[in-house]
């Protein structure tokens, strides 16, 4: 991605995937924009030290929970390494999310029909 995991790019980035996505109800006719695909994955990577990074992960965590909300997609946010085994992850792979200073992370954006 280029950015270094400086936040703001991150997230501009992770705005611009979803700059032509729009709620749009199965009879809405008029919308000319495309409805969301799903699911959808969006991976990450953030450097600093051990605390630092969690932090950052937080902060585009949360900004991207916001930028769902705020465009009425019923979506919902699953860390992949939660439940590895559910996106064919198998254990004995012992994937971790921090690796010296750097945090990456795999979120699936699923459909949400509790909303």
Not at 7 to 35: C, G, K, R, S, W
């Amino acid at each position: 991605d280029g950015c270094g995991g400086y936040i703001p790019l991150i997230i501009d980035m992770i705005n611009a995937a979803f700059d032509h996505y729009t709620p749009v109800l199965p009879d809405d006719d008029e919308n000319t924009q495309q409805t969301v695909p799903y699911p959808i994955a969006i991976g990450f990577s953030v450097l600093g030290g051990n605390r630092d990074v969690v932090d950052k992960e937080q902060d585009v965590i949360r900004e991207l929970v916001s930028m769902i909300k705020r465009r009425g997609l019923r979506l919902r946010v699953d860390h992949v390494l939660d439940d590895p085994e559910r996106y064919g992850i198998s254990p004995e792979l012992n994937v971790r999310k921090v690796d010296g200073g750097t945090m990456t992370t795999w979120v699936m954006l699923e459909r949400d029909d509790t909303r």
